[in-house]
């Protein structure tokens, strides 16, 4: 094996172990000690790679945002506002299966990424969509696109902060997660459709 693949394997495998260990623990909660015992490799070839754990955090964050962008490119195109909703729904899914991506979500929510961290990734096309299907559709319920793009940006955050434990949302309803998301959503949709119109997100 060549030098330099083996090299982009060991960077590799930090990178994914320091997802799952931001994941779990926080920026603050993660030690480079951990990082390096969870890949299986030196302190010196993770210094090699990168020269603090903020650069780690970085990569991981650019990691993260690159498969949201994949997910979300790969999921298949609704007309209107069930399109939104359906990539609201992949991007909950790839919070809880995705280490990469709730990593990066994470450390966004806890300050530790430039700009908008892992947000940048999505909400501005969500929120054109949301534009776009608000401006068709002409809701009289007063909740306006950018209102809107908060809300599941709110929403995606509880996912993200629940997801480790996914059975803290079932007292409060009774359903999975993955249900009680669907149902929040329908009511969302509800919400945008104005008067008379079919529901979005109904069956």
Same mark, same amino acid.
Request: net charge negative; no cysteine; proline share 6%.
């Given at each position: 094996?060549?030098?330099?693949?083996?090299?982009?394997?060991?960077?590799?495998?930090?990178?994914?172990?320091?997802?799952?260990?931001?994941?779990?623990?926080?920026?603050?909660?993660?030690?480079?000690?951990?990082?390096?015992?969870?890949?299986?490799?030196?302190? *010196?070839?993770?210094?090699?790679?990168?020269?603090?754990?903020?650069?780690?955090?970085?990569?991981?964050?650019?990691?993260?945002? %690159?498969?949201?962008?994949?997910?979300?490119?790969?999921?298949?195109?609704?007309?209107?506002?069930?399109?939104?909703?359906?990539?609201?729904?992949?991007?909950?899914?790839?919070?809880?299966?995705?280490?990469?991506?709730?990593?990066?979500?994470?450390?966004?929510?806890?300050?530790?990424? %430039? *700009?908008?961290?892992?947000?940048?990734?999505?909400?501005?096309?969500?929120?054109?969509?949301?534009?776009?299907?608000?401006?068709?559709?002409?809701?009289?319920?007063?909740?306006?696109?950018? %209102?809107?793009?908060?809300?599941?940006?709110?929403?995606?955050?509880?996912?993200?902060?629940?997801?480790?434990?996914?059975?803290?949302?079932?007292?409060?309803?009774?359903?999975?997660?993955?249900?009680?998301?669907?149902?929040?959503?329908?009511?969302?949709?509800?919400?945008?459709?104005?008067?008379?119109?079919?529901?979005?997100?109904?069956?």
């Amino acid at each position: 094996m060549a030098r330099q693949e083996r090299a982009e394997q060991t960077r590799q495998r930090l990178i994914e172990a320091a997802a799952a260990e931001f994941a779990e623990h926080g920026y603050d909660g993660t030690s480079l000690h951990g990082i390096v015992r969870t890949a299986g490799v030196t302190m *010196g070839a993770l210094t090699f790679h990168f020269p603090s754990k903020s650069a780690l955090a970085d990569a991981v964050q650019e990691a993260g945002a %690159a498969t949201t962008r994949e997910i979300l490119d790969a999921t298949a195109p609704a007309p209107g506002l069930q399109g939104v909703l359906d990539e609201v729904l992949a991007l909950a899914s790839a919070l809880r299966t995705a280490r990469t991506v709730r990593a990066a979500a994470r450390l966004t929510r806890e300050g530790h990424a %430039a *700009g908008h961290g892992w947000y940048d990734s999505w909400a501005p096309g969500l929120r054109e969509a949301l534009e776009r299907a608000w401006y068709e559709r002409r809701p009289d319920s007063g909740l306006t696109p950018l %209102a809107a793009t908060s809300l599941l940006s709110h929403v995606l955050l509880g996912v993200e902060a629940t997801s480790a434990t996914p059975d803290a949302l079932r007292p409060v309803t009774g359903d999975a997660p993955e249900e009680s998301l669907a149902q929040a959503l329908k009511a969302l949709g509800t919400l945008l459709a104005p008067a008379n119109t079919p529901d979005p997100a109904g069956d």
